[in-house]
């Protein structure tokens, strides 16, 4: 059978957050995870569905891509498809033709497991290697220690406290309380939760979101952010310790999380927080 490419419609994205859900596992790359399109959820179920991109063959669906912003495709593939030479081939066809609906002409990027045969044929095409990013890995299989300081699971009536402490993390972000309750109605969060850190004063200080892909597989850290008023007082290291045993509470086998190396004080927060590093991933870009 032919590989064919598709968007699903809003009422198919169950069933690619169901392979999303199939291929995590503790040995793969660093890969898209259902958390990533939970998060970009917040935009609403219809935007969300017009980012994705599928490629199927005999009714399986065997890759997904997230366009997470105009010039950036994260892609991922089932684990045994991942040396798929017909599927790598029509991949490159559809990133490289900008009249087939996946990527703009100009300079793109694109995110994929490392170790893929599309990672090979998009060099031999002439796409480069551009800035390293580093992920992390925390196993659950053993208790996760107290935080050591106040930790809330936030419902409705703190959405707005978690997008304010959110936007005083990120510098442009726009996240509101109103994009916090699409993001609550998606799918993926169901096996998610949001959780705000307080200090001793009952300031809301830190926040983050947790993924779960189901019992046994890595759940993903996504976003985590300290308010730049309560910087360098171990909050970013408390709240991260708190997702990886709010993790653990959903049954993952594992707490995973990627930052850009060039972050030094990220990598710093989570080692501390107990999570490893593993080998540092790139993505592709081709030239405008």
Partial sequence: MTTTSGKPGADRLSEVVGALREWQNDGAPMQLHPGDLGWYWRSGAEATAAAVRTWSRDGRILAVGLLDGPGLLRLTMAPDAQRDEELARRLV??????????????????????GALVQDLLFEDGWKADEPWTPLRRDLAEPVR??????????????????AVHRAAF????????????????????????????????NAV?????????????????PMGV??????????????????????????????????????????????????????????????
Avoid at 179 to 186: C, E
Avoid at 228 to 235: A, K, M, T, V
Wanted: charged residues 25%; hydrophobic residues 35%; glycine residues 10%.
């Fill in 227 to 288: 308010h730049r008023e309560h910087r360098r007082h171990g909050y970013g290291r408390a709240i991260t310790v708190a997702a990886a045993a709010a993790l653990q509470r959903l049954g993952s086998s594992s707490a995973i999380v990627c930052t850009p190396s060039s972050n030094i004080g990220a990598v710093a927060t989570y080692t501390s927080a107990g999570f490893e590093l593993r080998p540092e991933v790139r993505d592709q870009y081709r030239d405008a």
């Fill in 171 to 202: 510098d442009g972000s726009s996240f509101t309380g109103e994009r916090w309750h699409a993001m609550a109605a998606g799918l993926p969060y169901a096996d998610a939760r949001c959780l705000l850190a307080y200090d001793d004063q009952g």
């Fill in 206 to 222: 830190a926040a983050v979101t947790v993924w779960s892909a189901g019992p046994g597989r890595p759940g993903l850290l996504e």
């Fill in 93 to 114: 066809e559809d990133v490289t033709q900008p009249e087939r609906g996946v990527l703009p002409e100009g300079r793109v990027n694109i995110e994929s497991p490392t």
């Fill in 146 to 163: 107290d935080p050591g300081v106040r930790i809330e699971v936030v419902g409705p009536e703190r959405a707005h406290t978690f997008t």
